[in-house]
Structure formats: structure tokens, C-alpha cells
């Protein structure tokens, strides 16, 4: 099975807008952290396509090993 490629080991804190849909990178090749920018053509990942439900700021997972996509839940700590 493939895995994604670890892009960091921290998370990237961005501002969300309500209202507003974001693609989080699954497969972690993208050249715009942490979003998509269809570097997953032809693999086994697509991207974790979600609206914003409020405006905040919010930690974004770069290792891509988190239980809870795209949001950071600190399994970096463990690579």
C-alpha cells in the first residue's frame, strides 16, 4: 500500500474563512503546502476536499499520518 510523503513534522498554522472550500493534501507531493495542486494525479490518494465552517486559524497536518484530516491530532510527534 502507498503512503504519503511526511512534508513536515510540524503543523502549518493557516487562516480558514467561513464559507470558503479548501483541498487539503492527502498524499503530501504538492508544491503548495498544505493544499492540493494535483501532484496525486495517477496515484492512490485525492485530496480531503472540505468547507470551512467558521473563520479561524487551524493547524494543518504536513506528516499525513493524523486520525483526524486535514487537522493536526499530533501524530507527528511520533515519527
Known amino acids: 500500500m502507498e503512503q504519503p510523503k511526511v512534508a513536515g513534522k510540524v503543523p502549518q498554522m493557516v487562516e480558514l474563512e467561513s464559507g470558503k472550500t479548501y483541498a487539503w493534501c492527502a498524499c503530501g507531493k504538492t508544491e503548495n503546502q498544505p493544499w492540493c495542486n494535483g501532484a496525486h494525479k495517477g496515484g492512490a490518494f485525492s485530496p480531503n476536499v472540505f468547507k470551512a465552517e467558521d473563520s479561524k486559524k487551524a493547524a ?20
Do not use: F
Not at 494543518?60 to 515519527?79: A, E, F, I, V, W
Open 60 to 79: 494543518m497536518c504536513m506528516c499525513r499520518q493524523t486520525k483526524n484530516p486535514p487537522y493536526c491530532d499530533g501524530s507527528h510527534k511520533n515519527l
